[in-house]
């Protein structure tokens, strides 16, 4: 009993406030962090938030001063008379054909191409592919006379042709972002695939390409966006309404003197639909692929 009196009691912890933890601490760089990504986003943003409720404005609250953010009334007829004013219908599905044939034939030729400059070994592969991208800083403009003389000679002008195969045929940014994300395959994998009597075909379609699905998700996004708004190319070969895309058809509502833009408003509100759509849902894909693209193997 004494040697029990004797022992010292444990010291119990006294009762205090709970330091929080030093990650959880908002810091005032932190802060101006958010704050100028926020800001950023708003500027970013702001463009087609402003064209988004000019498209169900009149015209006198557009060009009010001072400017009016919120429609008063909300004018949905504005979008009605949009599609019926010119034949969107018939727009979208050009559009979304020359799209969907193009991000195809870009996907297979520079998934080609970018495995042929990071695995195959050729005499003058390294001169070829900085010739190939040597042509990214040409300007589309500097070879579009050429492309229409060679257009006009095969009589595909005022066709859908002179759009889907210079387009589908060739494009030196996919090629280099697939090739980064080839190289970082290990080349172990081919070695295998090798001796087990693989050909270089069959490694290409059963090997490397479902490995490069993330880059493929990243660059067939970009592919899309950026044949989906092409202006330019349908502006200067296309003379039929029926052939038109849509960029080309909003052009319409621009006359040489009057311009209804409510429903310009209206109809560019429309076309950018398929494009956010595709970004909202593919996103990750468009993340993931750039960082995965910049890691070495």
């Given at each position: ?10 010291r119990q912890?006294?009762?205090g ?11 005032p760089?932190?802060?101006a962090?958010h704050?100028?990504l926020i800001?950023?986003s ?11 409720l ?11 001063v001072?400017p009016v953010?919120i429609?008063?009334?909300?004018m ?11 034949p ?7 559009s979304?054909?020359?799209?969907f044939?193009?991000v195809?034939?870009q996907?297979l030729?520079c998934s080609?191409a970018?495995y042929a400059?990071a695995k195959?070994?050729?005499p003058g592969?390294r001169f070829?592919?900085?010739a190939?991208?040597?042509t ?5 403009q500097?070879t579009?006379?050429p492309?229409?003389?060679i257009?006009?000679s095969i009589?595909w002008v005022?066709s859908?042709l002179?759009?889907?195969?210079p387009?589908?045929?060739?494009n030196?940014f996919?090629?280099?972002l697939l090739r980064?994300?080839?190289m ?8 295998a695939?090798?001796m087990d009597?693989?050909n270089?075909?069959y ?5 490397i ?9 990243a660059?067939?996004?970009?592919s ?5 708004n092409?202006f330019?190319?349908p502006l200067?070969?296309l003379?039929d309404q029926?052939?038109y895309?849509v960029?080309l058809l ?6 040489l003197y009057?311009t209804d833009?409510?429903l310009?408003m209206?109809?560019?509100?429309i076309?950018v639909?398929?494009?956010?759509v595709?970004y909202?849902?593919?996103?990750r ?7 995965l693209?910049g890691?070495?193997?």
């Open positions: 009993m004494k040697m029990e009196e004797s022992r010292t009691p444990l912890k006294q009762p406030k709970l330091k929080p933890a030093t990650g959880s601490q908002l810091r760089s932190k802060i962090l704050f100028a800001l950023g708003l500027i970013m943003a702001g463009p087609f938030i402003w064209m988004a000019s498209s169900l404005k009149s015209f006198e609250q557009i060009f009010a001072p953010w429609p008063d009334p909300f949905w007829s504005n979008i009605t008379d949009s599609l019926n004013a010119m969107f219908g018939r727009a979208y599905f050009n979304f054909y020359i799209s044939v193009v195809f034939s996907l030729t080609m970018a400059f195959i070994k050729f592969s070829l592919f900085i190939f991208l040597a990214m800083m040409v300007p589309m500097v579009l006379i492309l229409y003389i257009m006009d009589n005022n859908h002179s759009i889907l195969v387009n589908a045929l060739f030196a996919g090629v280099f980064q994300f080839i970082g395959i290990p080349k172990e994998m081919e070695e695939a090798v009597g693989a270089p075909l490694i290409y379609w059963k090997i390409l479902p490995l490069v699905r993330p880059a493929l998700a660059f067939g996004i970009f899309f966006i950026g044949i989906w092409n330019i190319q200067v070969f003379s029926n052939l895309t960029p909003l052009a319409t509502f621009k006359g009057v833009w409510p310009m209206a109809g560019a509100t076309s639909i398929p494009v956010l595709i909202i849902f593919a996103q894909q468009i993340i993931e692929g750039i960082a693209t890691v070495k193997g």
